[in-house]
């Protein structure tokens, strides 16, 4: 949920005609009683999303080509329109029109329809009270996305999505915007995709943002005005849940959005949570849970990223322009065009912050 300045209604809907305009100081205050937070650029940009003067791009997710890692593809939601496709020169390759989607994740080496494939699911919320689970193929190849079939995922709005590949299924878990969390068993194995919920769990409040580490099976979940959360993803695990972060206004600034894990070895490595409240995003230690530093991405010779909702990270080789890993980040003020997705090289992000690498 992008809760915009006022700086950047100016410029989406006033081209300009309120330049003079001090800026919001809710904002100001927010950055200035947080923990400082280092800055860092962005390498690369999308073409904007096809819906203008609107809270539209959302969230991202990362497919790392291993044969040839500069034709990696990163797949991003317009919440009002569909499934953008996009190369790592940020050029348009698919767009399927999907409606309301939100959020979107994705697994390689999924049996589909009867061979391995690549599964993209996105939260479907066309119908607010009935939340939905839209599956599609990716082909890396000719970069486009099909339509596989819809799955039912419980009453009420859907917002989050994340997936987790167990060694028995692989699994949804669908964030409602009312906080309970389902997850979804899926079986995209025959003809026609089918999922069972077989267990939920509640957080208090509005939830979106969430990432599974399939190495540990924990599950991150970010419950906007409250802080970042973990649980085990096993489907017969309790559904204990255990505060990693407060919004508290200092590390983490409410709305707590997108969350992505950085994994590194067997068990180590970080989660990453939008602190969309201050513009930043914070990092979390996977082993201890403690808090490893926070940064923004500011402008440079690309535009920064502000009022971020979805985030993605993968570690490894994306070619000469993305040493290390690529982060990308959805911007909710891009200039005076529609909102579109920030790519960030992995490395610029630990040497600012003095992470291992």
Request: glycine share 10%.
């Amino acid at each position: 949920m992008t809760r915009q300045s006022t700086a950047g209604l100016c410029a989406a809907f006033l081209l300009g005609a309120c330049a003079s305009a001090a800026p919001e100081r809710p904002l100001m205050e927010r950055i200035a009683n947080a923990t400082p937070a280092v800055t860092v650029t962005a390498r690369g940009e999308t073409t904007p999303v096809g819906t203008p003067n609107a809270d539209a791009a959302d969230d991202p997710a990362i497919w790392r080509n291993a044969a040839d890692p500069a034709q990696s593809l990163i797949v991003g939601t317009d919440k009002k329109a569909g499934l953008y496709v996009y190369a790592l020169d940020g050029k348009t390759r698919d767009f399927l029109d999907a409606g309301r989607v939100n959020n979107v994740d994705l697994r390689d080496g999924v049996m589909i329809n009867g061979r391995s494939g690549i599964l993209v699911v996105a939260s479907d919320r066309n119908d607010i009270a009935h939340a939905r689970l839209a599956l599609f193929r990716l082909d890396p190849a000719s970069a486009r996305l099909s339509a596989l079939s819809k799955v039912d995922a419980g009453q009420g709005e859907a917002y989050g999505i994340c997936l987790y590949r167990a060694t028995e299924a692989t699994y949804a878990f669908i964030v409602l915007k009312d906080g309970t969390v389902n997850q979804v068993a899926l079986d995209t194995s025959g003809a026609t995709p089918m999922g069972r919920i077989v267990r939920s769990l509640k957080l208090g409040t509005q939830s979106e943002g969430c990432a599974v580490d399939d190495r540990t099976g924990i599950a991150y979940v970010a419950e906007e005005d409250v802080g970042l959360w973990r649980f085990d993803a096993r489907a017969d695990a309790p559904t204990t849940l255990t505060r990693i972060a407060a919004a508290d206004g200092r590390n983490l600034v409410m709305d707590a959005e997108g969350v992505a894990i950085a994994p590194m070895g067997e068990k180590d490595g970080y989660v990453l949570v939008s602190s969309q409240g201050d513009n930043a995003y914070v990092a979390y230690r996977l082993s201890d849970d403690s808090y490893a530093g926070r940064f923004r991405v500011v402008d440079g010779s690309i535009g920064g990223s502000e009022e971020t909702d979805g985030i993605d990270l993968m570690l490894g080789d994306f070619g000469p322009g993305y040493p290390g890993g690529l982060f990308v980040a959805q911007d909710g003020h891009n200039a005076t065009a529609a909102q579109n997705f920030k790519l960030v090289a992995w490395d610029d992000i630990a040497r600012a912050l003095d992470l291992p690498r």
